[in-house]
């Protein structure tokens, strides 16, 4: 996950000083400057603003999530105001429309940044009071996910525990038991999801939208109509081969676990989401990496990096890979000045799927560090959201790829040949799995800012049984939805990760191409071409958001966006 691409969600008491401060130009008329030259002058101002407020509001995230002291946030919940209030200014957004209304007598580069900021700013055209409901509104849930810690037989647990204990059990009660563990957290923050709901949706209803889900998707430049469409189309291309696949998935299972097929439950699919394909019974991935140290997975991820020319040295230097108490149990990238200044924050196990997190987190950093830095600043970021996580999935995959397994992780050649037909199946359950589970998402943000008041326990089964063909616990009414922390630090951001893999499977069918490979894209080895690292570096990353992303995909290759190279490697 991109910090600097969520719309964070502030915690803690927000201070009031914060919403009221004075902003530029939001006495009066906006002078209407229509040159050029002004509206260079206008992009240098509102940059070297947004540089300096967004830098504090990076540090002081930074510090608060690697400790979760309330005081902490207390100091990030006023810099992330103060930055919010920069683009809530009237005046300087009624400037930038003033700008865009003509767009001939502007530099190719001073439109796009305006662009840019206009989409930035139009969300955040929002009264100070309500502003400050929004924040309140948060203000409790996030740091209750930072430092949640689930009660299983009086004992505190963390969910890593709980993930590396549900892996191994084999009683099912005692599987259940940790699978409601891992959701306890959805119990203590699900009333306050709703009424956070209710106020982004008043917050929409002030700028003119259905609601918050479809200001959120349009404020991401993407139209709702053609985008539910890809994604029925999608849904519609994986229908089959994920029913066969779980089917198959699901005798393996029902043998683990001395069962009938029908009488699995959602908690003996490993994952509390299900959103990842529980380990094959040809193939433990885990193995390649148990005889590590949580070391080795942050330097075999630095290495890999280097040797396709995309040295990531200093942001390892910057980053915090360990778990303790306190500290955000989850992941991300942040950067931290758009110059270079780029962190990840993991909690680094050796395992298959911390070695997948440290090359995906990385992948996210990479892109941040390699953007022109000769760029506006609001211009020095990735092409889109989903661009970025394209690329942390693609380098993320490697973790599972063949080739990968033994040039980094120190596999035995023979025994990955072996094993490669069912490393590969593998990948492709992996696949499925979470292009099925990001479509439950998907669907449920849109029905949970559609009625914040709706059943929203059963909508979320509904979806579950649809799209992920799991059957609802008997008897369980409660709210399992809320314990995903996205709705909260990454509202409306799901649907990014699936896009990501679009445009990952899209890039892996360039690089094919480029290197002649022939064959599984999963099998693809990227060592000996040195054009990867180029073609990264120079065509992906340094780019940043100068062009439109639909311009950019097809740039880099040569065809939009579509479900077509994700289709055929699920197949």
Partial sequence: MVFSEVLVAVVVTLLAVGC??????????????????DAAAFLRAYNEDFARLERGTNESYWTAANSGKAEDFEVYAGSEVALRVLHSDPGRYRQIVAFLANPDALAPGDLRALEVARLKFEGNQLPADLIKRMVDAAAGIEQTFNTFRPVLGGEKRSNN????????????????????????????????LVALAKVRNQAAAVLGYADFWDMMIRSQDNDPGRLIALFEELAEA??????????????????????????????????????????????????????????????????????????????????????????DQHAFC????????????LNVKPTAEWMDTMLHETGHAVYEKYIDGRLPYNLREPAHIFTTEAVAMLFGALAKNPTWLVAYAGADPQEVERQEAAILEQRRREQLVFARWTLVMF??????????????????????ERYQLLRRPPGRHVPDWAAKPHFTIAPVYYH?????????????????????HTGNPAAMDLRGHAEIGEFFRDEVFHPGSRLPWPEFVRECTGAPLGIEAYAAEVR
């Fill in 20 to 37: 009221s401060a004075h902003a530029p130009g939001q006495d009066g008329p906006a002078a209407v400057a229509p040159t050029g030259t």
């Fill in 443 to 464: 669907h449920f943000e849109r029905a949970l800012y559609a009625d914040p008041e709706q059943d929203l326990d059963t909508v979320w089964y509904d979806l579950v």
């Fill in 161 to 192: 525990d709980l993930l590396e204990a549900i892996k191994v059990e084999t009683d099912s009660a005692k599987r259940r038991d940790l699978w409601e563990g891992l959701k306890q957290v959805g119990g203590e923050v699900a009333g306050d």
């Fill in 238 to 327: 994986t229908d089959e081969p994920f029913r066969r696949m779980k089917e198959q998935m699901d005798r393996e299972l029902a043998g683990r676990f001395g069962l009938a097929p029908e009488a699995l439950m959602p908690w003996h699919y490993d994952n509390p989401f299900f959103q990842q394909a529980p380990p094959s019974e040809s193939v433990d991935l885990d193995r390649f990496y148990r005889q590590m140290v949580r070391e080795d997975i942050v330097a075999l991820g630095a290495r890999f990096f280097s040797d396709i020319g995309l040295p990531a040295d200093d942001i390892v230097a910057r980053s915090d890979y360990y778990e303790r108490e306190g500290k």
């Fill in 496 to 516: 990014n990760y699936l896009l990501g893999e679009l445009f990952a499977a899209q890039l892996r069918a360039t690089l094919a191409r480029r290197i002649g």
């Fill in 334 to 345: 942040i950067s931290m000045d758009r110059s270079g200044d780029v962190r990840t924050l």
